[in-house]
């Protein structure tokens, strides 16, 4: 954690970028994606996987079959939806003992409305930027827009956040802030993070 927030880095793909960025960064949470349609989709196991930072496996409208073979291969604690999963879904695979991080797209205030209904369904939140797809879309939105979330969810707060947003995320408060989801503005390939880029964010981001 830095400063109290958690740290996830979503998309890794490669054995020798995983054992970098877990090495010489403060990561609490590494992303995987089963999504196909991703640039940044895991076809197969690397042959290195995170040891200290938990592991999550990202979907989109996955059959519960199908995520619970990728739980086992991969040694997943975490589920991250992005699709049109339902509380019931979500609350599905708590019982089996994961932990489920729910991502809602957002412009406006009005889109935060569906969290209401997965209040009692999921462990996080993750708020990213609307666009047509499902994420990894590099850009963000306006955060101010969050002030309007009271729901009881913590949050990860996700959507275009690069290297040189250290000090709008330090001015950024919430009380439900519970950390922050970082992808494509650290990655030098779909799937391939700059491991020293991070590593400089995130030493500053604790100053």
């Given at each position: 954690m830095i400063n109290g927030k958690i740290i996830k880095v979503c998309g890794m793909s490669e054995a020798a970028n995983i054992e970098a960025v877990e090495r010489i960064a403060d990561v609490d949470l590494m992303g995987f994606i089963f999504y196909p349609?991703?640039?940044?989709?895991?076809r197969g196991l690397p042959e290195y996987m995170p040891r200290r930072a938990r592991r999550v496996g990202v979907f989109v409208d996955e059959e519960?079959?199908?995520v619970r073979e990728w739980v086992a291969r991969f040694g997943l604690e975490y589920a991250q939806l992005h699709?049109?999963?339902s509380p019931e879904y979500c609350r599905a695979l708590r019982r089996e003992g994961l932990k489920v991080i729910?991502?809602?797209s957002i412009a406006t205030s009005y889109d935060l409305s569906p969290t209401q209904?997965?209040?009692s369904a999921c462990d996080l939140f993750l708020f990213d930027t609307k666009c047509d797809g499902h994420g990894g879309s590099g850009r963000s939105f306006d955060w101010d827009v969050l002030h309007a979330y009271a729901g009881p969810v913590p949050f990860l707060l996700s959507g275009g956040i690069g290297p040189h947003d250290t000090d709008a995320l330090k001015t950024f408060a919430h009380p439900r802030l519970a950390g922050y989801d970082l992808n494509s503005r650290f990655e030098t390939a779909p799937g391939v993070k700059d491991a020293a880029s991070l590593r400089a964010f995130l030493d500053e981001l604790k100053q």
């Amino acid at each position: 954690m830095i400063n109290g927030k958690i740290i996830k880095v979503c998309g890794m793909s490669e054995a020798a970028n995983i054992e970098a960025v877990e090495r010489i960064a403060d990561v609490d949470l590494m992303g995987f994606i089963f999504y196909p349609r991703s640039p940044r989709h895991v076809r197969g196991l690397p042959e290195y996987m995170p040891r200290r930072a938990r592991r999550v496996g990202v979907f989109v409208d996955e059959e519960l079959s199908a995520v619970r073979e990728w739980v086992a291969r991969f040694g997943l604690e975490y589920a991250q939806l992005h699709g049109d999963e339902s509380p019931e879904y979500c609350r599905a695979l708590r019982r089996e003992g994961l932990k489920v991080i729910k991502a809602f797209s957002i412009a406006t205030s009005y889109d935060l409305s569906p969290t209401q209904a997965y209040a009692s369904a999921c462990d996080l939140f993750l708020f990213d930027t609307k666009c047509d797809g499902h994420g990894g879309s590099g850009r963000s939105f306006d955060w101010d827009v969050l002030h309007a979330y009271a729901g009881p969810v913590p949050f990860l707060l996700s959507g275009g956040i690069g290297p040189h947003d250290t000090d709008a995320l330090k001015t950024f408060a919430h009380p439900r802030l519970a950390g922050y989801d970082l992808n494509s503005r650290f990655e030098t390939a779909p799937g391939v993070k700059d491991a020293a880029s991070l590593r400089a964010f995130l030493d500053e981001l604790k100053q």
